[in-house]
């Protein structure tokens, strides 16, 4: 069965750091990408990172200089790590596979429950 | 602020044929990159529904349809039913943001 777990969230002050973890089962990761998108509370989705083969890796301009996505292939583990935590930052955030076909690629499944991260003073 | 636009929420009576909009540009749906379309229930995490335009993952019933044209995407739920209440979110790949991108959400309400 296919799982993803995300862990790592909490409270943290603004100006801080957490590193979110994502233990995947069910699939190896360094067969495909992984990505991590957060919704704020009451707001829609936001993509945040993505992680590719060879560990190319890309953010939104948001989180860009501030968050870093890496992964552990030998535990299957995807890591964000979230630095200078902004008050805009406070969100769940999940974790989710990158799906393909052939040359097609681009969409998210499955996804993980979430973990929230409040940035609060 | 996304750069993918949906209607805020849509509704019908259980039985009906309800379509979302997703408008983006030519940066991003225009540019010909792929449309996916999700659910999320409340409380939960969002589940993929259509992945490259029109296709459904294996699981996912044949009421849910989609289809992109020009710069715009649309899914539509015929025979609407109670567990079709969700937010509902289209998403694609934005040139310009070198990323991906997801549009502003619907809320789909059964009457």
């Known amino acids: 069965e296919v799982q993803l777990v995300e862990s790592g969230g909490g409270l943290i002050q603004p100006g801080g750091s957490l590193r979110l973890s994502c233990a995947v089962s069910?699939?190896?990761?360094?067969?495909?990408?992984m990505t991590w998108v957060r919704q704020a509370p009451g707001k829609g989705l936001e993509w945040v990172s993505v992680i590719y083969s060879g560990d190319t890796s890309y953010y939104a301009d948001s989180v860009k200089g501030r968050f870093t996505i890496s992964r552990d292939n030998s535990k299957n583990l995807v890591f964000l790590q979230m630095n200078s935590l902004r008050a805009e930052d406070t969100a769940v955030y999940f974790c989710?596979?990158?799906?393909?076909?052939?040359?097609?690629?681009?969409?998210?499944?499955?996804w993980g429950q979430g973990t929230l991260v409040t940035v609060s003073a | 602020q996304s750069v993918l636009t949906q209607p805020p929420s849509v509704s019908g009576a259980p039985g009906q044929r309800v379509t979302i909009s997703c408008t983006g540009s030519?940066?991003?749906?225009?540019?010909?990159?792929?449309v996916q379309w999700y659910r999320q229930l409340p409380g939960a995490a969002p589940q993929l529904l259509i992945y490259?335009?029109?296709n459904r993952p294996s699981g996912v019933p044949d009421r849910f349809s989609a289809s992109k044209s020009g710069t715009s995407a649309s899914l539509a739920i015929t025979g609407l039913q109670a567990e079709d209440e969700a937010d509902y979110y289209c998403q694609s790949y934005d040139s310009s943001l070198s990323g991906y991108v997801f549009g502003t959400g619907t809320k789909v309400t059964v009457l």
């Open positions: 490259t335009n029109s």
């Open positions: 989710a596979r990158g799906g393909f076909s052939g040359s097609k690629l681009g969409w998210f499944d499955p």
């Open positions: 030519g940066l991003n749906i225009g540019a010909g990159f792929d």
């Open positions: 069910g699939f190896t990761i360094s067969d495909t990408y």
